[in-house]
């Protein structure tokens, strides 16, 4: 498995102004390749970008993209830029198009439009050879994972994957490892994250059981591990150096 950073530590001046210097950084820390949300690029210069990650000797793991998925008309409204989003991302070479998306209502309805939505954005993702991946935070965690249970059973599998964060379903409550075996069949790809009651933690210093959720991943070959730490006390560099640590201490 390659293991991934995304650049959010690095702030968004940094990711949009000064890319050259966080790619840098994220090579010196040891990783292959980052993911990075679609707000802080230019997508009309695919060709730019591809050239840059090159000579860093990165390679895109995702393109992160965010927005209403229990809305039909706003999903409409997003989706010129989403299929821009998605043909820039497949130019640059990324394997995944990771959404998170905004807590619903919670009703069914909500649900069967953010299933169809998901659906609808993941044919998009696949025509042009990319694998959409929702990632979740802590609201489709609660009541026993109900908003992700419903997505997986009301989509195609071929369509719409998990990028799961670990350290979120802690946050709401739940067991990282358990959910990971849950939804296993249906994971692209991880966040690995972690977190403590005050804050969000390097790999190792929180209170996710990232021990489990490695045990539970098996020998399940995951192209990508991407590290995420939305934010840091030390510098990125820093944070990036110890999460790549603990993950070379247990092989990977």
Known sequence: MKIGIQTRPWGPEMNRERLPDVLAEVAQAGYDGI??????????????????FAEHGLQVVG???????HDAASVQEALDNL???IAFAAQVGATFLPFSGRPGA?????LRWAAENLERVGRLCASAGLRLCYHNHFWEIADDCRELRYICAHTDAAHVSLCLDVAWVRRAGGDPAATVRTFLDRIGYLH??????????ELGAGSVDLQGVLQAIGGRPFPWLVVEQDETGRTPLESARISRQYLRERGL
Request: no cysteine.
């Open 63 to 69: 393109v992160h993209v965010g927005g209403e998925i």
């Open 35 to 52: 993911e990075i949300g679609a707000q802080h690029l230019d997508i009309a210069r695919p060709t730019h970008y591809r050239r840059l």
């Open 83 to 85: 299929e821009r989003i």
């Open 192 to 201: 690995l994250k972690d977190t403590t009651d005050e804050g969000w933690a």
């Open 106 to 110: 919670g009703d069914e309805e909500s």
